[in-house]
């Protein structure tokens, strides 16, 4: 399948992307299966896999990182493959939540809300390409930024202009929130000058461009904007780093039929893993999606770190805040250790 790269050249015009991320919400659903169902290649029983994908970059830039995966899953199991490619989380999370989505790669906060309250189950983590099961959260500015480290950047309230991701974003809203901001009792919407929301890849732009001072981001976006565009990705400067997260998952909607999630299941734990040229072409194309070495058995428990991370943000915020009685606030700190309860139970299956 030829798709339109075009938009890495586009880049280089900030405005013009703008336009270009303001009209692309997509919910994109390409049928990689169309071709072999005309010559007769697949049965035209064979129900639809409908594969949902987290963009890292844009929306048609990770549709073609998975499609050589996603052709090769298409013709061992006999059933067309539809993608759900989207350009927001929200996109996404709408789509999963709508039964629109069968399998899908995702991270964090979105994976927990698939798994609690949208019939999902996670079964697989991604496995880096050094073997680490994990990425950074960051901080970022310009190399000749006045923003030399945090203090300086905390020392300066409603003075500097932050770019960041949607609130479902854990690397572009909840890591910064809960490891920076929150445990100086400050939030990013208030404190900053001014905050613009945008995908990671054009918020790494605005900052290259001296459109805004700082960007939240992560080392898998990192890693594909200097690739793309080494000279301004040597204008980039990471000011703070997260722990370690967990890496994204994949997860399978409750109603699958038993063979066909026990045939998906057995063939992404195993991709990648064959000897001969079969496993030098299928690390091949596992290499096309940023940083993916393979995929390891997993359950919803590898969300935990997550849930911890919201708990601790929520309960910061609470504690920093600003309230009309002791009463209030204790009553909001109640029902936050709750819900965290709660999740954690989920999780665990309890």
Known sequence: MALDTSWLHRLRNHHRLACIVSRGLILGLLLFAGNALASGQLPESASPIRFGILPIGSASESLEQWRLLLEELQKRLGHPVTTVSVSSYTGLSDAI?????DIAFLSGKLAVEAVMHQHMQVFAQFVRSDGARGNTGTLVVRSDSPIHNLEDLLAKPDHWRYARSEKLSVTGYIVPEAGVFAPHGLNSDTFFASVRVADHQSNLLSVVNGEVDVASSNNPDMDLFRRHFPSEGAQLKVIWRSPL???GVLVLRDGLPSPL????????LTYGKASGETGVRERAQLARIPDLGGFAAQSNQVLQPFVDMQYALLRQRAEHGQWV???AQQAQLVQIEQDYQRDTRALLGH
Do not use: D, H, N
Not at 97 to 101: D, E, F, I, L, P
Not at 261 to 268: D, N, P
């Open 325 to 327: 009685s002791p009463q």
């Open 261 to 268: 999630r026990e045939q998906l299941t057995a063939f992404i």
């Open 245 to 247: 997260i967990p890496s």
């Open 97 to 101: 939540g709508g039964q629109q989505v």
